[in-house]
């Protein structure tokens, strides 16, 4: 799923400075599911929203609400009768959400509540740890199935560096040296061998690096 | 503020313990200031992050939430669930600019009478030294018309 | 090893069997060239090349390719160091012809240090191709004569081309075959980390040695003498995939007040006359952090002087 | 009651005596469809358990645990509490007994006092308090404790000076000066006695100097001085100067182990545990660093969990133990006193101590002695009731039966289990007349409004004068008339009196009220009466919120008459804000499947499937080995002589002819399913020729008797030389008249081997019994063999004492060692041409001389640990846990001990801690009791305050199911969301609040509804 972290709070306040009434706009996708959007967090950041106000003696509306997902037209289309009754719309969802709902109401404003971090799961309830880099080309067949461009810090596709300690990268204590999990696994199934031949460079043409991507199915696109 | 301020506070407690133990104080006749209000609750582990925070925006001076003893939640770990969402809401308070010391979390066993009523008066005169709550404290506006 | 690929000194000292000595600078957090040149001043003549850091520990320096540039001018030889955090391929091309056509004959190839460690941690790093990749593409250029796009070069460069290698770094059995994969991507010399750590870097040797690397290969042993307790226990603590032993430590904090940096010399000159004789050790990378006045002492007291000068 | 006297077998039992044993047997009995009578001398229920602090080796909070099992016998319509009375005589048999009953007047008209304590308040008389241990002082009206059930005020007329001045201030008329005893006769089935114990005073011991000081106290006084509810409110002090104290002794084995002077040469089993549990709370209690000390002969920590609570009171808290004999307390001027100990060594020692706390021993209660006299049952020389290991809580007459200890002394879980036991015995000649004498009360429909507008009813009551005398009752029914929705209000004198409760139904059906609000007391002790009420005036029970305006307002706030107005109002508003948004919660019932699957056949398996057929039910047995019996084949006599082989294939037997019971060897729990009262068990047999076959059973409950074994040794040359052997074999040999152990000269008991290590840091509880009993009947057969018997502390608790004591007489040498010294057993090589000719040498360092000895035993005999089977797959299928020793883990260690905290599972025997015969027994027959709760009935209530999923907001995140206490929801993959059975859910809530799509509500404590009470209560008044 994309994973996402709340933003600051002084960050939201300031985006919402000029406003008397807003909507939080939640999403029942991603980040519901990793506790950050869902229809809880827009509580939360309602009341906190509402209590700042009232702490600086400003008047501010705040009503809540949650979209099934803000990743698709018809469900932003549901908006569309209240929309326009407030100064600014605050989008909970990753940052597809505030841009798909700009695209349907060009004469509204919309934040953004929270920082999109990456593409991950929830190793333990309350941790969640990225795996995919979205690069466009996988390559995790030639790591049994780990992913150094997503999980080393530089990318290595020949590693390990050479920084890696007792298993951790260099940069964190926290983080997994994946090359070091990659070795170790091939170790243990005496498939060393494998990563001994040279990874040539990567193409990066069909990552972000090659300009905003978008992905076609014929066979699915309507007529008309 | 005034030597008069009064402030009310709202104390989420555990039927198992803290509520049992208000109470027992009630029994033993202790005495503790009228301020607190108790609301009732099967388990701190169901008090919300949400919960507390209407309450802040409701006005409350103080909030505190009043479970068994760690290690003895009559659900196992819900108190300790309690703690960490008190200890997030203490966070956001300090974001916000307010004190966080108007929330807390407080531990104690069905026997602890006398302990229920310090925890009252600890817990109103702090608030009372802080003041009323910011939330309060400035003329609100009236609420803009729909 | 019969042709000479780049014709540096330090190749031709290498392969005329000579216990290479190689030293290293950093380059100024500033454009003070006189600094720079004073460093090299003490150098000179001490040493068969000097590696030149890339934003070492990803700190803002001079440019390394112009650092090397001027030692050119200086009348020493430049081991320009390269990493993959800052440029990306095409940079790292453009780049690598410039040095070559400024004097530039030797080149280490090196992924760099996480930028989140230097002075600018709020930077994108590049990473388009790894240390591994950066070797092949060196000697793509210099032996085909090609771009990574296959496209012809005009006057390839010849570079010697260095890689750096971690004897002590984890995973420990799999050091010796990473180390084997860069020989095999084209690094005609490796340098390695500061070693500390003997039992280790024997046992690494020996591995080499069994598995016909240093055939392929000139290995230079990298030391780096200790200035202060500090310095060793920050080392061992801090340093990423670098090992210091508790019994060295001990040994600096038992020596005299005001002898301790003379201590660390002692067993970085006891280091050096194990090497000489190590089987597969070419030569010895001498980083002396900050302390390239001390250098000459150092070759002088290992008996590596005077330099052998090239056929 | 019933007066006519019946010769018919009677489907009602009594349970004399209603402390925690007592309560547990009448509640398993009462709710397994018998009507109890629970009788007891004093005035409330609850037993010695009630006075005490915190229990080990949790440390829970005694008064916590015992509560809600206080209330549930207070309130239960087939338990008839019988408090103040005592039993006189019990004439007729097994099954129609006639007992007759003095009850002694309390001249408190229970069923009209609303304990107000408007009465205590005004008594002029002072008595000593006995529950406080005579710390302190009470009222000649007077309530045992706040939370004591019968909730009801007594007069004790030793203090009571007649002035009649209670019995004006009562408003509710409850005083009757007039009372007398009155006799009953009962018409019961079965007699429980669980009596318990009294804790031994020790005035009588000269040297102890206890009663001449203060600041000597029993343990029972410390348990009173710890507790919050205590004489000082929960402060450590000591009672000569209250002074906070710095030095803390405590001395082991007062009116224990002591023939001499106390006559008791039993253990008491408790003290050594309750003892570091007083050190490690008194430490807690105060801030400045408490010395605390243990003087000890041996620390007898045998239970589960007890050395590791040892380990931590040594190790992590500092606690000193001082392996010693006293030899006098001296008084110091300032309070303090002097110890004079003697050290094993013989040295002679002193220390000062700021107060000492004897580890007074328990004993029979002398009214019990005198009952059993009256009903004629067999007493022990210690007076305790007479049982045999194998029939553990049967008494010498018929139709008795005993449990806790008054059987003997034994901490709290024993006594639960040995009551639920008791409970399953008694009433196994009963089940035909099950559920005949029971009550069941007849409730009108519940009217349906759904659709309707909420229309509150607030009723205020004024409670005597506790509630109107200090705040303005009319001002707050007026004021409750402004609320929202409420269409009517009333104040009433006693809103929980009986005539109260009729006009309340009235009103509620005349007015069509549909959701009620009391602002009264507390819910904890009146919400159940209110709800009833609730219910029989038709409206579902959930409908009903209460404002607690005395307990927690006008008891606490009565200086303060206009706050506590001002307080009452706020709470009723909370109250009825959220009255708003309540609705009923139906209840759905569920079939329950009548049978019950239990899992291994050792003597715990038997036991229990035996009972439960005996009960009425189908059991079926499920044994993966290929012979009934597990351990106790091996086993040649229980701990008081009786053997156990006849026990055994009359036990096999009797379980092979059982019509109820099916058998079903070699085979292999391999899936279940379900819940309490409904689950599905898939089982798979080994045929003979190897083939697989499965069988699906159906079973309302399950009992886990899953058993344990011998470890075995890898020390002491155990394998190497034919003499060293492990307990059971030595068993197996005496049987067999072994000539190893006929002819040994020189036998060597080490005791601990593979227990009480750094691997397995507990104890195996039996062993040290196992050879003092092994030890003796070497020396009966074999009167000149010499025997050494070497260990850590012998803990012989409880009567196995005498076999400590024996030992010693017969001239069983004992070497106590240390656990980082522990003997060394080596083998002398012998003559090469003779097979096993080679020598056994033993050293051991001697504790008192302190130097090595060295031995040549011609026997070894190891007292090898116990260890749980191996099931790891077992305990998955069915989700219980085990520990990190392997044991399975009860419920809750001190009043659930033989339950899984998941509903519907129970367990017994080795597989939940070591343990002796007679006690796997007495727990495979409590988890009988216990599964009768369920499968006696047809149908279970399930439902009411627990978590529901809204579908259309789950976003099948996972969170509910990783942040569960219980692992209860989980994802129906088919249904797209999360489901939480309604069956397992505890209803604490945590669900709710982590759900980040709020798809989860806990009925009854909703968002809405908790939010809805915050808001009232800040909103401008």
């Known amino acids: 799923m994309i994973v996402a972290d709340r933003k600051s709070l002084s960050e939201i306040q300031d985006m919402v400075r000029d406003c008397r009434k807003i909507l939080l706009v939640g999403c029942k996708g991603c980040v519901t599911v990793c506790n950050v959007g869902g229809l809880k967090e827009v509580q939360v950041l309602a009341a906190t929203l509402r209590i700042a106000a009232k702490i600086e003696g400003r008047p501010l509306i705040v009503e809540e609400t949650v979209l099934e997902r803000q990743c698709d037209p018809e469900y932003v289309e549901m908006l569309k009768p209240v929309v326009d009754n407030f100064d600014a719309v605050v989008s909970m969802a990753c940052g597809v959400g505030p841009q798909f709902l700009s695209e349907a109401y060009p004469q509204q404003r919309f934040f953004p509540a929270v920082n999109t971090t990456f593409f991950g799961g929830a190793v333990a309830h309350g941790i969640w740890e990225e795996r995919c880099a979205g690069c466009g080309t996988c390559i995790i067949h030639y790591f049994d199935g780990m992913c150094p461009v997503a999980r080393c810090s530089k990318s290595l596709m020949n590693g390990p560096c050479g920084g890696s300690d007792h298993g951790k990268c260099e940069i964190s204590r926290n983080i997994n040296c994946i090359w070091d999990m990659i070795v170790r696994k091939k170790t243990e199934q005496g498939r060393l061998n494998d990563l001994l031949d040279i990874v040539p460079a990567k193409n990066w043409q069909t990552a972000r690096d090659g300009g905003p991507r978008q992905s076609r199915r014929e066979e699915l696109i309507q007529n008309g | 503020m005034s030597d008069a301020f009064e402030p009310t506070i709202i104390a989420f407690c555990c039927k198992y313990c803290a509520y049992a133990a208000a109470d027992l104080a009630g029994s033993m006749r202790l005495s503790y200031p009228a301020n607190i209000k108790i609301s009732q609750v099967p388990c701190t582990g169901r008090v919300d992050i949400v919960h507390l925070l209407k309450a802040i925006e409701d006005g409350a001076d103080g909030v505190y939430v009043a479970g068994c003893m760690e290690g003895d939640c009559h659900f196992v770990s819900g108190n300790l669930k309690a703690l960490k969402r008190v200890t997030c809401v203490k966070k956001t308070l300090a974001e916000l600019g307010m004190e966080p010391e108007r929330v807390e979390m407080f531990n104690l066993s069905s026997a602890m009478g006398p302990r229920f009523a310090e925890i009252a008066i600890e817990m109103t005169d702090r608030i009372r030294k802080l003041g009323p709550s910011p939330v309060r404290r400035q003329p609100q506006p009236e609420a803009a018309a729909e | ?311 | 009651m019933n007066l006519q006297k019946t010769t018919e077998k009677t489907g009602s039992v009594m349970v004399v005596g209603a402390g925690v044993a007592g309560i547990q047997a009448s509640l398993d009995m009462a709710n397994a469809g018998y009507f109890v009578h629970l009788v007891d001398n004093s005035t409330s229920v609850g037993g010695l358990m009630a006075q005490l602090d915190k229990t080990f080796p949790t440390n829970d909070c005694a008064m916590c645990v015992i509560s809600p099992f206080l209330v549930e016998v207070g309130r239960h319509l087939n338990i008839n509490i019988i408090s103040n009375s005592e039993v006189e005589s019990l004439e007729g048999q097994a099954g129609a007994f006639h007992a007759t009953v003095r009850n002694d007047p309390r001249y408190i008209d229970i069923e009209k006092c609303t304990a107000c304590g408007q009465c205590r308040q005004i008594c002029p008389v002072t008595a000593i308090n006995e529950f406080d241990c005579g710390l302190d002082l009470r009222k000649a009206i007077y309530i045992k404790y706040p939370q004591a059930v019968p909730l009801a005020y007594a007069i004790d007329r030793s203090a009571c000076i007649g002035c009649g001045l209670c019995e004006k201030a009562c408003l509710a008329e409850a005083i009757s000066y007039a009372d007398t005893p009155r006799r009953t006769v009962l018409n019961v089935g079965a007699v429980i006695l669980s009596m318990g114990s009294s804790v031994y005073d020790p005035s009588g011991l000269d040297t102890l100097a206890y009663g001449r000081h203060p600041n000597i106290v029993t343990s029972l006084e410390f348990e009173r001085i710890l507790s919050a509810s205590g004489p000082y409110k929960g402060h450590l002090m000591r009672p000569y100067d209250r002074e906070i104290p710095e030095k803390i002794a405590w001395l082991q084995c007062v009116g224990s182990r002591d023939i001499n002077r106390a006559g008791h040469g039993y253990c008491s089993s408790v003290c050594c545990m309750y003892a570091i549990k007083q050190t490690m709370i008194a430490k807690e209690h105060v801030s400045t660093p408490l010395d605390a000390a243990v003087f000890y002969m041996d620390m007898r920590t045998y239970g589960k969990d007890f050395d590791k609570y040892y380990t931590r009171a040594k190790d992590e808290k500092h606690v000193r133990f001082i392996r010693s004999r006293i030899h006098t307390i001296e008084p110091l001027k300032n309070g303090d006193l002097n110890i004079r100990y003697v050290l094993e060594s013989g040295d002679v020692q002193e220390e000062t101590f700021n107060m000492v706390v004897l580890s007074a021993g328990l004993s029979p209660p002398p009214s019990a002695i005198a009952l059993a006299g009256r009903l004629g049952i067999d007493l022990n020389a210690y007076h305790y009731a007479q049982t045999a290991d194998i029939r553990p809580v049967n008494t010498s007459r018929e139709g008795i039966y005993v449990c806790g200890a008054f059987q003997g002394p034994k901490d709290i879980p024993q006594s639960v289990m040995e009551a639920s036991a008791a409970a399953a015995s008694a009433t196994e000649t009963l089940a035909d007349v099950r559920w005949t004498q029971t009550k069941v009360r007849e409730l009108p429909a519940e009217v349906d409004f759904s659709g309707q507008k909420p229309r509150i009813g607030v009723f205020v009551c004024n409670c005597g004068i506790n509630i109107g005398g200090v705040a303005d009752v009319p001002a707050i029914r007026e004021y409750a008339r402004s609320l929202p929705h409420v269409i009517h209000v009333e104040d009433n004198l006693f809103t929980c009196s009986q005539d109260t409760q009729e006009k309340i139904k009235q009103v509620l059906v005349e007015k069509g009220i549909n959701r009620v609000v009391v602002a009264s007391c507390s819910p904890r002790t009146h919400e159940p009466l209110f709800q009833e009420t609730l219910r029989e005036a038709g409206l579902n029970k959930y409908l009903f919120e209460m404002a607690n305006i005395r307990d927690q307002n006008t008891w606490v706030h009565m200086a303060s008459p206009a706050k506590a107005t001002a307080k009452a109002k706020d709470l009723v508003r909370m109250a009825v804000a959220k009255a708003a948004y309540i609705e009923p919660l139906p209840q759905v019932m569920l079939d329950v499947t009548n049978s019950v699957l239990v899992v291994g056949g050792g003597v715990a398996g038997m036991e229990a499937a035996l009972g439960v057929a005996r009960q009425g039910y189908q059991a079926w047995l499920v044994e993966r080995g290929h012979q009934l019996g597990g351990m106790a084949r091996q086993l040649r006599s229980t701990w008081q002589g009786e053997p156990v082989a006849p026990y055994l294939s009359d036990l096999i037997d009797a379980v092979h002819r059982h019509e109820h019971i099916q058998i079903f060897m070699e085979t292999q729990v391999v899936h279940v399913t379900g819940t309490i009262g409904n689950f599905t068990t898939t089982l798979v047999t080994q045929d003979d020729e190897g083939k697989e076959k499965s069988t699906v059973i159906p079973h309302g409950a399950a009992i886990l008797a899953t058993g344990g074994h011998e470890y075995a040794p890898t020390e002491y040359q155990y394998g190497a030389h034919p003499s060293v052997m492990t307990h059971l074999e030595f068993d197996v040999a005496a049987t067999k008249q072994d000539n190893r152990l006929l002819s040994a000269k020189l036998a060597v008991f080490i005791q601990c081997v593979g227990s009480r290590s750094a691997e397995r840091p507990y104890c195996s509880r039996v062993c040290c019994t196992h050879s003092l009993k092994s030890a003796l009947w070497l020396k009966t057969i074999n009167p000149d063999v010499q025997i050494f018997i070497l260990y850590r502390d012998i803990r012989a608790y409880g009567f196995r004492e005498s076999l400590y004591q024996k030992a010693r007489e017969a001239g069983v040498q004992f070497i106590r060692f240390e656990s980082e010294n522990p003997p060394v057993v080596s083998l002398t090589p012998g003559d090469p041409s003779e097979p096993n000719s080679s020598r056994l040498s033993l050293t051991v360092t001697d504790h008192i001389l302190q130097r090595p000895i060295i031995l040549n035993p011609d026997l070894v005999v190891l007292a090898s640990a116990i260890l749980p089977n191996e099931n790891k797959k077992l305990f998955e299928a069915f989700k219980v846990p085990a520990n990190a020793d392997g044991f399975l883990v009860e419920a809750h260690a001190k009043l659930r001990p033989v339950d899984f905290a998941s509903e519907g599972l129970f367990l017994a025997g080795l597989a939940h801690y070591p343990k002796t015969i007679d006690e796997s027994i007495a727990q495979a027959k409590a988890a009988v009791s216990r599964t009768m709760n369920i499968v006696s009935k047809t149908a279970i209530m399930v439902g009411s305050v627990i978590a529901v999923v809204n579908p259309e907001r789950c976003a099948v995140c996972l969170t509910c199911v990783r942040t569960c206490p219980y692992g209860i929801p989980r994802i129906d993959p088919e249904k797209g969301h999360a489901v939480i059975a309604a069956v397992e859910c505890h209803g604490c809530g945590v669900c709710a609040s982590e759900c980040p799509g709020k798809a989860i509500a806990l009925k009854h404590f909703t968002d809405e509804q908790i939010n809805a009470k915050t808001d009232a209560l800040f909103q401008a008044a």
């Open chain 3, 1 to 311: 090893m019969d042709d000479l690929k780049s014709g540096s000194n330090l190749e031709k000292v290498l392969k005329a069997g000579h216990f290479a000595l190689t030293g290293e600078c950093g380059p100024p957090k500033g454009a003070n060239i006189a600094h720079l040149k004073e460093k090299f001043a003490h150098l000179k003549g001490v040493v068969d090349a000097v590696n030149l850091t890339d934003n070492q520990t990803a700190v803002v320096r001079l440019s390394s390719w112009a650092a090397s540039a001027i030692m050119v001018q200086d009348g020493l030889e430049p081991n320009f160091q390269m990493v993959c955090r800052d440029r990306n391929r095409l940079a790292m091309q453009s780049d690598i012809l410039g040095a070559y056509a400024l004097g530039v004959r030797n080149m280490l190839c090196l992924s760099g240090d996480h930028q989140k460690f230097g002075n600018h941690p709020a930077a994108k790093n590049v990473y388009d191709i790894d240390s591994m990749q950066l070797i092949s593409l060196v000697k793509k250029m210099r032996d085909e004569g090609r771009f990574m796009n296959d496209d012809v070069i005009d006057t390839p460069p010849r570079l010697f081309i260095g890689a750096a290698a971690n004897p002590f770094a984890e995973p420990f059995d799999f050091r010796i075959y990473r180390m084997t994969k860069k020989i095999a991507a084209g690094a005609d010399f490796i340098q390695t980390q500061c070693i500390y750590n003997m039992d280790r870097f024997r046992v690494f040797m020996k591995q080499a040695v069994d598995m016909g690397l240093t055939e392929k290969c000139f290995i230079l042993a990298g030391v780096t003498p200790m200035k202060t307790v500090g310095m060793a226990s920050y080392m061992a603590k801090s340093v990423p995939g670098m090992e210091v032993p508790e019994s060295l430590i001990k040994r600096l904090k038992g020596a005299e007040k005001g002898k301790v940096a003379e201590e660390g010399i002692r067993f970085c000159l006891e280091q050096i006359e194990e090497f000489k004789t190590m089987k597969g050790v070419a030569g010895v990378h001498l980083m002396a952090i900050e302390w390239e006045h001390r250098v000459p002492e150092i070759a002088e007291r290992a008996g590596l002087l005077p330099r052998p000068v090239a056929p």
